[in-house]
């Protein structure tokens, strides 16, 4: 997971060093956007929604946007719920983040609205840990991958700085014991971020 991370961190720094590195043209030019988002997270699997809830989430992300082509990568990170398992009601904690890479399209319909959707793969760590001397034995505790699909809205109020909303989806399915249970679900942000 590391390795995939590097090559992609690696790659972008490198369209950046090229970019500035060559002068091109004002429509050749690729913009750069840095932002963060912050949102709304909710849970598929029905059981650990009702254990642990929806939390939120944060997302600082880094792109790239030519000819409105998106190529990202960012972080997400923020959910961390406390909760009660079992019949017995053990306290437990749940933790999902990791980082995503994306690729998409910017609708630049208005001077100041740009509509884009996306899809991407994140690489994802979870945790669950259970306060119970039954389940020591048993942690949970991994890594695993899976596509995620967005959409969303960027409002430019003035040239270098946008607003913007975001749809995202995400299925992870996980398979800690016997049976498989996806800790992937929706995520409902809004954010801000700086064009150059």
Do not use: H
Not at 78 to 91: A, H, N, Q, V
């Amino acid at each position: 997971m590391m390795r995939k991370t590097s090559y992609l961190i690696f790659g972008l720094a490198l369209i950046l060093i090229l970019s500035w590195s060559q002068p091109l043209s004002a429509d050749l030019k690729p913009d750069f956007e840095i932002g963060c988002s912050l949102g709304l997270r909710t849970v598929i699997n029905s059981d650990l929604k009702e254990a642990y809830g929806n939390g939120i989430n944060y997302f600082p992300n880094l792109s790239v946007v030519w000819k409105g082509i998106i190529l990202g990568f960012g972080y997400e990170g923020g959910y961390k719920r406390d909760g009660l398992l079992g019949i017995y009601e053990e306290p437990a904690e749940l933790s999902v983040k990791g980082p995503e890479i994306f690729l998409g399209y910017q609708f630049n319909l208005l001077s100041k609205v740009s509509p884009f959707i996306k899809i991407g793969y994140g690489f994802y760590s979870y945790k669950q840990v259970v306060e119970s001397e039954y389940l020591s034995d048993y942690p949970v505790d991994g890594t695993k991958s899976g596509l995620i699909f967005g959409g969303g809205l960027k409002i430019y109020p003035i040239k270098q700085v946008f607003i913007s909303a975001e749809v995202k989806y995400g299925s992870l399915k996980v398979k800690p014991y016997e049976d498989e249970v996806d800790v992937g679900g929706l995520r409902l942000n809004c954010g801000f971020g700086i064009k150059f």
